[in-house]
């Protein structure tokens, strides 16, 4: 059964897609520290992709330290909250970063972004909850 609400984008390789899905998870607390994740070929399964992708998502998991994996045992969330706090900083970093630079590059201001934020960033909660209102819509219907 595919992952429901996850859609893979054409601009990002699908391996780091996956990294990102897993750490957001662990973000929200979806997912806790010390909790097992699936095994590769039902992850494979679970988002359509073939094993070598999940393979090469879980290398990179375990690269920068989100999760551990033992011999002959799955795969488990990293215990290390530090690291957790600083994977989420850099999660945030490089997007935050991206609208910074779109912002200067049209002369923007400071003040002005900051204002736009505040008022876009109130929209965008109410748009969230009009999608999950319409997802438990959907699952009630079936």
Do not use: H
Not at 38 to 48: K, M, W
Not at 94 to 112: A, C
Request: charged fraction near 30%.
């Amino acid at each position: 059964m595919p992952i429901k609400g996850f859609v893979f984008n054409n601009n990002t390789p699908i391996y780091l897609q996956i990294s990102k899905y897993y750490q957001a998870k662990v973000f929200i607390g979806e997912i806790e520290p010390g909790d097992v994740i699936p095994s590769r070929r039902e992850l494979a399964g679970s988002f359509g992709v073939n094993l070598n992708t999940v393979q090469k998502a879980y290398a990179y998991m375990e690269e920068i330290g989100l999760i551990c994996t033992e011999k002959n045992k799955q795969s488990t969330i990293t215990l290390d909250l530090d690291l957790i706090n600083r994977l989420k900083t850099e999660y945030l970093k490089e997007p935050l970063m991206d609208f910074i630079y779109s912002m200067k590059s049209v002369n923007i201001d400071k003040k002005t972004v900051l204002k736009l934020v505040g008022e876009y960033y109130d929209l965008v909660e109410e748009d969230v909850k009009a999608d999950e209102e319409d997802d438990e819509y959907e699952d009630g219907d079936r």
